[in-house]
């Protein structure tokens, strides 16, 4: 019997959705799912977008790139949705027109395509801090090592927590695979998570990984 995969996230769904938001799951979304794109150049992905404002953010400024957001809760998917699309008569915003949207366990598309990756992007990942249920964690050795083989040359991998014991534990994880871990500062990497945080006491961490 083949193994099945450790869910990685909660329920897929959230509270009721507005009528316009089922509306795009419905009409837009099925139009920008990451279809026929093995050959359309510079790739970005981020795994758990949220609501999708770091994704936005990648669209804005990498407007050469395709970038891919993969989030199995629905109602990020929808909040996303809405924003890229003009609430008059929702349509696709002209800065947003390269974002596609993975509505799914993201380990599916990664096993199922030849996609290579420039940046991939994992932002404030769940960190299921209790003890049973480690076994949840995505980044996990097995995971990051697949991570790497979806890179294209010189692709980089970012990861962000605030989660300090969570970043430890990946960093850990890193030592098992074939990657190559470096730790810039927070300056370095901008995302409008970690510009909410500035005044907190707690910090987001951030690790670089490549192929060795």
Request: hydrophobic share 40%; glycine share 6%.
């Amino acid at each position: 019997m083949e193994k099945q995969e450790i869910r990685t996230f909660g329920r897929r769904h959230g509270k009721k959705l507005s009528p316009r938001k089922l509306s795009l799951l419905a009409n837009i979304l099925p139009a920008i799912l990451p279809k026929n794109i093995e050959n359309a150049g510079n790739l970005i992905l981020e795994i758990g977008f949220g609501n999708g404002e770091h994704v936005r953010d990648l669209a804005i400024r990498n407007p050469e790139s395709i970038i891919i957001g993969a989030e199995p809760f629905m109602n990020g998917v929808a909040a996303l949705l809405s924003a890229i699309t003009t609430e008059s008569d929702n349509q696709i915003m002209d800065e947003y027109k390269r974002i596609r949207i993975w509505p799914d366990d993201v380990r599916k598309i990664l096993h199922d395509t030849n996609l290579r990756f420039n940046e991939i992007w994992v932002l404030h990942p769940d960190p299921w801090p209790k003890a049973k249920h480690e076994k949840r964690r995505l980044l996990n050795a097995d995971f990051l090592n697949l991570l790497g083989t979806k890179l294209a040359p010189h692709g980089q991998i970012i990861i962000g927590t605030d989660h300090w014991e969570y970043f430890d534990w990946i960093s850990q994880q890193v030592k098992k695979t074939a990657l190559c871990a470096s730790f810039p500062p927070k300056s370095k990497i901008h995302t409008r998570y970690a510009e909410k945080n500035m005044a907190g006491t707690t910090e987001p961490k951030y690790m670089i990984l490549t192929n060795q």
